[in-house]
């Protein structure tokens, strides 16, 4: 899945990031219509955002809602120069150019999106989907995925939101799926924990071994299931009953979230970092509220510890 | 104060981790005492931690107490080796071993602290104060300092906390606060944010430039100024009336504490990605709650954004 060096496997196609800014945003629209139906009291408020040095976004921000705290999905695209570094940063390999200094135009388009209900027994939901090339057309790629974060572990939900993710897959290559599941797993742990932020999905970056147009079907397959995949366990859960302690438990794992998505997660370090990308739509993916006590430990036996022990040892859900 | 290479200012003192440890832990004790004291409720739990690799700490933390919601102080005392990369992450400058591939054995004794009141009039403080060293006397130096977050300006508190620390530094060195003062003001700069996490204090890093008895002696003098530097502040304001509003506020400053800790905290970073410190008692310095909304905003000319225009362009308190 993923190459090193550059992107020699198939031609570039002038329009995808043309393709892709369209696509997303219908995606976007799409999701926010639904998610506000779920909602049923929430809107989101659209907030257009210009990038001095190149390119800008939309994004799309709820709060304060029936069943979601604060959800946000923000569509970028941005163009600019970039130095070596940075996109040696961004793709954790060496590049192929040969002056050392010289700043390499490109350009990126994505869509981001998390969305943190208030019922502890709903869970979080984030996805990504990207694009990303050089204007030589010597690197590009794609990249993005979807994945869950409950506080709790509902099997026949994860059963249900991995079942969805499968299906996708498989219609586009059965490899896929295991390949991208387990990426998930690796993606999403936090190291100095020593478990992951939640319970996985799919995740793919340096996607360029076929032919653009396949990938590009395959994300937008994949974006267009955010909704069958996460809106019926929201639907199931969003008037559960839940406990005092329940909520703190979800606020904890609020805070790993943070915790993830600031020390461990490479598109908010490097877009924090570099200032490519604006520090407010990077950032609208932290919850409303998130919590920390010192060496919280759950009760042997309770859900909450079935639940870090999800964490920390991913099961394969179908 | 920053020298660069190893330190050859002045001869190392073979005692100074034991008599660190002894000077951090008799600071430790006292200081619980005055803040339990002043917080008439919560108690500081102790809690022994050992390092399997060598060395290890005594936590202290005190939760849901009266004036404070949360409260840390940690001291640890760690030997054992380091990779020559993590010397250099350590210190931001290159070393003067000859082999790359060889581990530098190295001791370390430090006190850490971070305080998290309740009420939005109360200001959060830090302090850290440590000492390093390789077992061969090449490389030794003190860090530390003292800093004050507050939600909001009043301008009394902060000419007592820099008044405090400006007297300290000065009976060891004029050039000192100045210095110091301007140091925390960098280090404290979250840059994505464009702004400080507080309203700065006292910063010191590599400090090795003189005898080590006399930076010992800076060193206890400047952490037994805690409580006179803090505990008014505390005192004067811990019954103060705060609105919601107020409150939220002062979460949303949390959060930026947050940030600031996981995102720029150079010993923070270097403890969770080296694996060389505790990861509860790394992150026992973050809140007990926090809060992050969309593109939070305060309203021009409000005690808010007077908090905010203090936060950007650090002010001289004395």
Known sequence: ????????????????????????????????????KIDGKGKFQEDEWVRPTGGGGVSRVLSGGNVWEKAGIGLSVIHGEMPQENLRAAKDRGTARSSKDEKVPFCAAGLSCVMHPRNPHCPTMHFNYRYFETDDGEHWWFGGGTDITPSYVDEEDMQHFHGVYKDVCDRHDPEFYPMMKKAADDYFLIPHRGERRGLGGIFYDDLNDREPEKLFKFAKDAVNHVVPAYGPIIEKHKNDDFTEEQKQWQQLRRGRYVEFNLVNDRGTIFGLKTGIGRTESILMTLPETASWLYDHQPAPGSPEANFLDAARNPRDWV
């Open 1 to 36: 899945m993923t190459t090193n060096g550059p992107s020699a496997g198939a031609k570039r196609d002038e329009n995808m990031t043309g393709k892709m800014q369209t696509m997303l945003r219908e995606a976007q629209i799409s999701i926010t219509d639904a998610i506000e």
